[in-house]
């Protein structure tokens, strides 16, 4: 079986790509292991494991968020936060984080909230007399409210892994997401009173009601999902079709849509529901492999060995998904270890739900998380600022989401009262 790690090494520092990687490492293992006369089954595992149902909702979710962020929206959030949040002490810190929750709420994506807003407040921060790498870290920080609030491509993933519901998840995520919003926002008051931020009233700020009925189309989107995925008038699919079509309208209402930018929309929709797709389907082989091989009842009997159940189980989770989230892209993290850890998890007890919720937040710490924390990276790439510089000025904020997290994980009714209010099965 040596072999299979080997050619793992090798075609990793070759910088093949992952989905490649994974593929060429499954088929290697079936010979490696003697299981050769299995690959023949290999093309129905691969359509078993993308034939899911709430699978179909990803691309169309990831249209919305790409329609509305190329229609014009980040400037009408951002004032409306401003009108909000900007007149306390450490205003535009808190700006940063409000539109954070303002994004998650269209785009889904850690990555692509940075993106978005490094470019705008890292600049506008700085010329008000933060640090940069302040500016940097807190932007950085404030991406990961997005795949928690929904709606959130990883937890679809999740969900069509587990068979959880993805309108179940969605509604466990809205706590969490603004439990993390006001952490930071407490964090980022006690920072901005040690170190004098600016802050306090400034005519230059935008009014109240004219920012919120500019930006009450963008602010619409995110309800308008959550409703009809809460009060079931529609399944996740459905609500994500109505969400592009809500899209557009906004699109036509900011003065943003036209045939170009619905194709560039399309393109990179596209582009990156394949990428998601294929990785899916090259690790659903290592994972038809492991069900051959017992991985996952060896796995069980260690557990049960050490005497790892139930809370101490979770933790020991933790501990995996935090180590995996620093290395590995989320959508790989989480196809690959879900199907190996998550059963385990249920058969002891814990709620798969509740469970979603903490592995997913778990591995969205990895994206501001050096060595490779990839929002860390989009902000520093965007910005030109110094990565280990910017990671460690990350520090306060990780350490603030790290206690966020076992704060979920101990107490499992965070995440499933709203679930179970909106009339979900929780158990």
């Known amino acids: ?26 088929v290697v293992t079936f010979f490696a292991a003697d299981r050769a006369q299995y690959l023949s089954i290999m093309p129905q595992r691969i359509f078993a494991q993308l034939d899911v149902f709430s699978f179909m909702a990803m691309p169309l979710f990831i249209l919305t ?30 700006v940063n984080i ?43 920080a404030s991406s990961m409210i997005g795949p928690i609030i929904p709606p959130s491509i990883i937890m679809i993933i999740y969900g069509g892994l587990t068979g959880v519901s993805v309108g179940a998840l969605f509604s466990a995520g809205i706590v969490p997401g603004l439990l993390l919003a006001v952490s930071l926002m407490a964090l980022n008051t006690l920072i901005a009173h040690l170190r004098n ?59 943003g849509l036209s045939v170009k930018m619905v194709a560039e929309a399309l393109e990179a929709t596209a582009r990156l529901t394949g990428t998601i797709f294929i990785i899916l389907a090259a690790i ?6 492991a069900g051959q091989l017992g991985w996952s009842e060896a796995l069980a009997d260690w557990v049960d060995s050490i005497g790892l159940t139930g809370t101490k189980y979770l933790f020991f989770l933790i501990a995996i998904f935090l180590v995996a989230g620093m290395f590995m892209d989320t959508p790989v993290a989480l196809t690959l270890l879900i199907p190996l850890f ?48 910017l990671a460690r000025a990350a520090l306060p ?9 076992l704060a979920l994980a101990y107490w499992p009714e965070i995440s499933l009262a709203l679930p179970r209010f909106a009339g979900f099965a929780v158990n």
């Open 1 to 26: 079986m040596w072999i299979a790690p080997l050619a793992f090494v090798v075609l990793l520092i070759s910088g093949t790509a992952f989905a490649y990687l994974m593929g060429a490492v499954s």
């Open 65 to 94: 968020a790409e329609i509305m962020t190329r229609a014009g929206v980040t400037r009408s959030l951002i004032d409306f936060a401003m009108a909000m949040v900007g007149r306390f002490k450490g205003g535009l810190g808190h």
């Open 98 to 140: 409000l539109t954070s929750v303002f994004f998650a709420g269209i785009s889904g994506s850690a990555i692509a909230d940075s993106a978005a807003l490094s470019r705008t407040f890292v600049p506008e921060m700085v010329a008000r007399g933060y640090d940069r790498y302040y500016a940097g870290a807190i932007t950085a």
């Open 197 to 255: 931020h600016p802050g306090g009233r400034d005519p230059s700020l935008p009014r109240f009601w004219p920012a919120l009925r500019r930006a009450a189309p963008a602010l619409m989107l995110p309800v308008i999902i959550l409703g009809t995925l809460v009060f079931g008038l529609a399944t996740p699919t459905e609500g994500s079709a109505v969400a592009v079509c809500f899209a557009l309208l906004a699109g036509l209402f900011y003065n």
């Open 284 to 289: 659903s082989l290592l994972g038809y492999l």
């Open 342 to 389: 998550v059963p385990q998890a249920v058969e002891q007890g814990i709620n798969p739900i509740h469970l979603g919720i903490v592995l997913c937040f778990n591995l969205c710490i990895g994206l501001i998380t050096p060595p490779l924390g990839k929002c860390l990276v989009v902000v520093a790439a965007l910005t030109d600022l110094n990565y280990w510089r």
């Open 397 to 405: 904020f990780i350490a603030v989401q790290i206690l966020l997290l």
